[in-house]
């Protein structure tokens, strides 16, 4: 059975302030690897790379940076023998956060987010051990820029339900 979830859910877990009410700009990416790897024009290292160039021209101020799976998978569990289902639930209400406050430009924050969704790095294992399994991280980024250009990021993470690897696709989103 497969379910889609919209990104604009994540939005409203994270802290209250002045956005538009929908997306600004909503893709389709692949998470396949070799598309990844290849930085394929339809992989999701591409797009993020894309969406996130085009709205740091657009705006210094606050962007919202949502990648979801499409549809996912029910039944399936954590390594810990933990229902999907049951880790969704916890994480919705109590988001998974990591915060990074030391970007000097756009290219250090970008491959942070990919590391970081990939699993790698300080950060990424831990979400990776937190979210564990056949469990699917979905992600927003709070993305700000400060008065001497750096960038600092909020990362709210909910653990959830398994993707549907046999569609691999994630839906990007950009709102500032």
Known sequence: MKTIILPIILLLLLPAFTIHAE???????????ISNMRNSENSIKFKSNQLLTDAFTKTNELIIFTSVPTTFLEGEKDDNNVSCDTR??????????YIKNDFKNKDDLIN??????????????DLYKKCSG?????????????TAGN????ASVI?????????DLYELTITY
């Not at 990919?114 to 294992?125: C, I, L, P, T, V």
Request: glycine content about 8%.
């Open 151 to 154: 960038f600092s990021l909020t």
């Open 23 to 33: 997306p600004i700009q909503r893709v389709t990416a692949s998470a396949g690897v």
């Open 159 to 167: 653990c959830g339900k398994a993707r549907n690897k046999s569609d």
């Open 112 to 125: 942070w987010i990919s590391n970081f969704s990939q699993g790698d790095g300080k950060e990424g294992n």
């Open 88 to 97: 969704f639930t916890e994480t919705q209400s109590s988001p998974l956060v």
């Open 134 to 146: 056949d469990c699917s991280p979905q992600y927003s980024y709070k993305i700000t820029r400060n």
